[in-house]
């Protein structure tokens, strides 16, 4: 029985891995040999990358997401037309970057700073107790993945599971607010009366 079998969207279900909250969706995922672990000055180039990737998707879902908007404010229909106007533009952006930077087949995923845990496709699966890159592209309109590096602990005809090599202390903390952001989003959806109820 495999980890997505009972995947929910539904916010019914706190989405845990690796006894921690995870955060899970389908997203363009990546795996990247490596013939032995990566050294120290590798994993901090990837830090820093992923450092900056985190936060520009932080403020991406808190802009998109328009968090408590003033309703009466003088100004709340202008902020609202230029709201929509950066909306588009993001998703103009997105769409070049996707057509000059191929990104992999989208594959729902589970993942935190501890490890993660994503279908099989139809890319060469990598063998148990191998050493890599799982690269995660988190947003249309950012054109770097999140880079983490790890062991391959399990492999089954439809999931690979890998353990993290310690991504760094800001990198685990920008992650673990990604998948609590993520929660609380479905948390709240879920506790929304449905239309026509």
Same mark, same amino acid.
């Given at each position: 029985?495999?980890?997505?079998?009972?995947?929910?969207?539904?916010?019914?279900?706190?989405?845990?891995?690796?006894?921690?909250?995870?955060?899970?969706?389908?997203?363009?995922?990546?795996?990247?040999?490596?013939?032995?672990?990566?050294?120290?000055?590798?994993?901090?180039?990837?830090?820093?990358?992923?450092?900056?990737?985190?936060?520009?998707?932080?403020?991406?879902?808190?802009?998109?997401?328009?968090?408590?908007?003033?309703?009466?404010?003088?100004?709340?229909?202008?902020?609202?037309?230029?709201?929509?106007?950066?909306?588009?533009?993001?998703?103009?952006? /997105?769409?070049?970057? %996707?057509?000059?930077?191929?990104?992999? @087949?989208?594959?729902?995923? =589970?993942?935190?700073?501890? !490890? *993660?845990?994503?279908?099989?496709?139809?890319?060469?699966?990598?063998?148990?107790?191998?050493?890599?890159?799982?690269?995660?592209?988190?947003?249309?309109?950012?054109?770097?993945?999140?880079?983490?590096?790890?062991?391959?602990?399990?492999?089954?005809?439809?999931?690979?599971?890998?353990?993290?090599?310690?991504? /760094?202390?800001?990198? %685990?903390?920008?992650?673990?607010?990604? @998948?609590?952001?993520?929660? =609380?989003?479905?948390?709240? !959806? *879920?506790?929304?009366?449905?239309?026509?109820?």
């Amino acid at each position: 029985m495999g980890a997505f079998q009972h995947m929910t969207y539904d916010g019914s279900d706190t989405i845990i891995l690796y006894e921690e909250l995870a955060y899970q969706d389908v997203l363009p995922v990546a795996w990247r040999p490596l013939p032995a672990e990566p050294d120290a000055d590798v994993l901090a180039s990837f830090a820093h990358t992923n450092i900056r990737v985190l936060q520009a998707c932080a403020a991406l879902e808190e802009h998109s997401t328009g968090e408590k908007k003033e309703e009466n404010s003088p100004h709340s229909a202008d902020l609202v037309r230029i709201d929509l106007k950066i909306n588009l533009l993001l998703d103009l952006v /997105g769409k070049i970057l %996707a057509a000059n930077h191929p990104r992999p @087949a989208p594959m729902p995923i =589970r993942f935190n700073a501890v !490890g *993660a845990t994503w279908r099989a496709g139809k890319t060469p699966v990598p063998q148990s107790g191998s050493q890599g890159v799982l690269e995660v592209y988190l947003h249309d309109a950012i054109a770097e993945p999140v880079r983490l590096a790890g062991l391959v602990t399990k492999v089954t005809r439809d999931e690979i599971n890998v353990r993290f090599h310690p991504p /760094g202390e800001a990198t %685990a903390d920008l992650i673990e607010k990604l @998948a609590f952001r993520r929660h =609380r989003r479905s948390v709240a !959806g *879920a506790r929304q009366p449905r239309r026509g109820q």
